[in-house]
């Protein structure tokens, strides 16, 4: 499908969304939107620099702003956004499947979109390590949030495959919650209990630049396909009650998605500035033009983790398609 048609069509799919019966109340007049830590966030991160909800918000005739809000690990953000402290929550597949279940039939917590996908890497310092059958008590594995992370999801996904059927809780009792910064410099430092490291971009990347570590598994490799790592997601009370909002945040979100695919490495730059990293400029080019970190608002491999939580009774529901866990303005994206 060539730009003009793929346009074309998202046109079509928030009009949709605009066509939502009119609330009799104004819409909201600003947004909070949860953003995690890394890379793999830099959609939002443009969004947020360049004003470009705003954009389109005045667009639709809306004075409407925002309130961005650094919070990581998607579980987290899933209860801030059911206790009403958000409107617009990111973060892995794991969590946003887990609050989709959670919440069927009452406040229906579904993805906007995906906003990338990208792998996951267990790395680890420890040398005898080279498949998880390999740890031992004596190891722990950080992650940003134990049993209901995507990484989380992930080490469980490849427990099963490592040790058969019923086990995907094996390696459950070794993980410790870190967020992704801590995770790394509690590895890195070779000076806590932390031996491994499942974690995303930059923060794989910038750990397997030291010799002493190296990779057990990539989430692609366990999944069988590139997957969505983060997504954005909200309830249906505030898609059905701000149409216009809810579209001029796709529109951003999309905005945002085509000007870094259109220059990768401005948006490289924009990343090191923005985030303050003291990572290399080379480094984070390297990264951000790799071929398996893909931004795009298509959902990936969102079944096999929805099948794998559903088969392992960590959720009760199972979607029979993947757009059961999004909103309509996604369904004719290229997902799976």
Do not use: C
Not at 82 to 102: A, F, Q
Not at 295 to 309: E, I, R
């Amino acid at each position: 499908m060539g730009v003009l048609t793929r346009r074309a069509a998202f046109a079509l799919a928030l009009a949709a969304g605009a066509a939502l019966a009119v609330p009799a109340h104004a819409e909201v007049s600003k947004i909070r939107i949860a953003k995690g830590f890394g890379i793999s966030y830099l959609p939002l991160l443009v969004m947020e620099h360049e004003k470009l909800f705003e954009k389109h918000a005045k667009a639709a005739g809306l004075d409407s702003t925002t309130e961005w809000l650094v919070v990581d690990g998607g579980t987290v953000q899933a209860n801030l956004l059911i206790g009403g402290n958000l409107e617009i929550s990111s973060g892995g597949l794991g969590p946003l499947i887990t609050v989709w279940d959670r919440t069927k039939g009452n406040m229906d917590v579904k993805g906007i979109a995906s906003i990338n996908s990208m792998p996951l890497y267990l790395n680890t310092i420890n040398p005898n390590v080279k498949t998880i059958k390999d740890f031992t008590d004596k190891d722990r594995i950080a992650l940003p949030v134990v049993r209901t992370s995507i990484q989380a999801v992930v080490l469980q996904m490849a427990a099963e495959q490592a040790f058969g059927p019923g086990k995907a809780n094996e390696l459950d009792r070794l993980t410790v919650a870190m967020a992704h910064p801590d995770g790394a410099a509690a590895l890195m430092s070779g000076r806590t209990e932390v031996t491994a490291h499942l974690t995303a971009p930059p923060f794989m990347y910038q750990e397997l630049q030291d010799p002493k570590v190296h990779r057990v598994f990539s989430s692609y490799d366990v999944v069988g396909e590139p997957h969505t790592f983060n997504a954005v997601w909200t309830t249906a009370k505030f898609r059905n009650e701000n149409p216009k909002t809810y579209a001029a945040f796709v529109a951003g979100l999309n905005e945002a998605i085509e000007n870094i695919n259109a220059d990768k490495l401005k948006y490289a730059r924009f990343y090191k500035e923005y985030d303050k990293s003291k990572l290399d400029q080379a480094f984070i080019d390297a990264i951000i033009t790799k071929p398996e970190v893909i931004y795009t608002m298509a959902p990936q491999g969102t079944m096999a983790f929805a099948k794998f939580l559903n088969q392992v009774g960590s959720v009760k529901n199972k979607p029979a398609g993947w757009q059961d866990l999004f909103f309509p303005e996604a369904h004719q994206l290229k997902g799976s």
